[in-house]
């Protein structure tokens, strides 16, 4: 595969420095190809291309129905390369082919939803007082942002970011990370044959401690939106306070999955086993902790350990393969060392077995943390892999405190045929999504996002458009010739 560049003002080139970084294969542990490794002169070119193309060029200027068009059309190309990419995805994941087909698939609606949404929902309010003003508000564009994208998903999770942020009229500057440069090259050559004007979207690989710091601190860009781990997203946060840039981050999770002895077994088994095992784990919003009602902690434990048995794993390029390799040997090690501690802090790790013939590959089996406590540091803190917690609760409002109890709030899950108690306890659950009686299925219209250290911020619909991507203006237009306060004036 060809070496990747940096594609900076409509042109792919390499680093100023000439820097390149290895891209390996989680499965063969083999260099797919070499990255350019931008530096803080890199950045500096790519977000002065960018508020060139926003302030000078035609994007900041154009008509919305021409913008749409370009949207359309990348949307478009989308499609067109979706096999090429879910390719370039498992090659650069680790993720099964089955479902990197499936995400990439929904990538090109996302810039289809903003098309739709910038041209419907993108509007202000309007007041008028009496006879004597019109009050209303616009929301505009606030000019280059900055996106720095997650390895887990990459294509999607981008394109999530990308298609509200050019819709909406910026420019922009696109770091992502360096273990999955793959398909965010592919979306810069797909943005460049759909004709898009030089300089509106502008990709940077690189590290983060050199090309995401010097993107975060330059002063043209107007705002970070981030998806990644907390540590580096309160980082983020300090490091932007000195130029006052608005701030977008979807963080860390520890996602808890209630299981109530009246709900429906089967469903919240197969909920339970995808929602934490497929991804291979590497999943934000994975349901890590599971909470089992004493009733039936025995069948549904017995049950889970007959599934985690029948878990496929091997080559992310076969078809049948349902938990691949890890992202990598740095990200192995800490998965499994948080499996180690759990089995000192007096766990039963009970585990899938790796199939005969794996000899590469940073393979975790499907791991289940029995007998575990929700205070156990593996119960805690985010492990980002295909192990969960099996912790046993006895009585509503233990489940809520237990779920309560850390520091993250992005997600939760609450299986129960007492659809009152479902709405109490979705209600009471310290997170910013929940869902009831169901596994993570989004709905863009709908705000994605966390409480407490999971984020700040909302991605999705018009939270997207009208909070984070466009700043609101209010204007105030005199309709009759109203006294105005004479003040200072001679008598």
Avoid at 235 to 240: A, F, L
Avoid at 375 to 382: H, I
Wanted: proline letters at 5%.
């Amino acid at each position: 595969m060809k070496d990747i560049q940096l594609y900076i003002n409509g042109a792919f080139v390499p680093a100023q420095n000439q820097a390149m970084f290895d891209n390996l294969n989680p499965y063969t542990e083999q260099r797919i190809n070499q990255v350019a490794s931008g530096g803080k002169k890199d950045i500096q070119a790519a977000c002065a291309a960018a508020e060139a193309a926003f302030k000078d060029g035609p994007w900041g200027h154009m008509k919305l129905k021409d913008r749409m068009s370009y949207i359309e059309k990348i949307a478009d190309l989308i499609d067109d390369a979706v096999d090429e990419i879910a390719v370039m995805e498992s090659h650069d994941t680790g993720l099964p082919i089955s479902q990197t087909r499936k995400m990439v698939a929904r990538a090109a609606e996302n810039f289809r939803f903003y098309s739709r949404m910038v041209q419907t929902h993108l509007h202000g309010d309007a007041y008028q007082v009496d006879d004597t003003f019109i009050n209303y508000t616009v929301y505009q564009p606030l000019g280059p942002v900055g996106l720095i994208t997650p390895w887990n998903a990459p294509f999607m999770l981008t394109t999530w970011k990308v298609a509200p942020a050019l819709a909406s009229g910026n420019t922009v500057v696109l770091k992502p990370a360096e273990l999955s440069p793959l398909s965010a090259n592919k979306l810069a050559e797909i943005i460049d044959a759909a004709g898009v004007p030089n300089g509106v979207f502008n990709v940077v690989h690189g590290y983060g401690e050199t090309a995401g710091a010097a993107l975060v601190q330059n002063t043209k860009v107007k705002a970070i939106s981030f998806t990644g781990e907390t540590v580096t997203g309160k980082t983020i946060i300090r490091n932007s306070a000195d130029s006052l840039k608005k701030t977008s981050m979807e963080l860390g999770g520890k996602s808890p999955i209630i299981v109530f002895d009246d709900a429906d077994f089967d469903r919240a088994l197969d909920a339970a086993v995808w929602g934490i095992f497929s991804f291979n784990g590497e999943r934000c919003t994975a349901n890590s902790r599971l909470f089992i009602h004493s009733a039936i902690k025995e069948p549904f434990i017995k049950a889970l350990k007959h599934r985690v048995d029948q878990v496929k794993m091997g080559d992310p390029m076969d078809d049948s393969t349902e938990l691949g390799p890890l992202i990598d040997h740095g990200h192995f090690s800490k998965v499994s060392g948080y499996i180690d501690k759990a089995e000192i802090e007096g766990c039963e790790v009970y585990q899938g077995a790796l199939p005969s013939g794996i000899s590469k590959g940073h393979f975790v089996p499907p791991t289940l943390l029995l007998n575990a406590r929700n205070d156990m540091q593996a119960s805690q803190e985010e492990i980002f892999g295909p192990v969960m917690s099996v912790i046993e609760f006895s009585s509503e409002e233990e489940a809520i405190q237990l779920a309560n109890e850390i520091e993250y709030g992005l997600a939760g899950y609450v299986w129960t045929n007492d659809i009152k108690r479902g709405h109490r306890v979705a209600q009471a659950v310290d997170a910013g999504m929940l869902w009831v009686n169901a596994q993570n299925v989004r709905d863009l219209r709908i705000p994605f996002g966390g409480m407490k250290s999971s984020g700040i911020g909302r991605e999705g619909g018009h939270h997207a458009l009208l909070e984070f991507y466009t700043e609101p203006k209010a204007i105030h237009v005199s309709i009759a010739d109203h006294p105005i306060p004479q003040f200072g004036k001679a008598y």
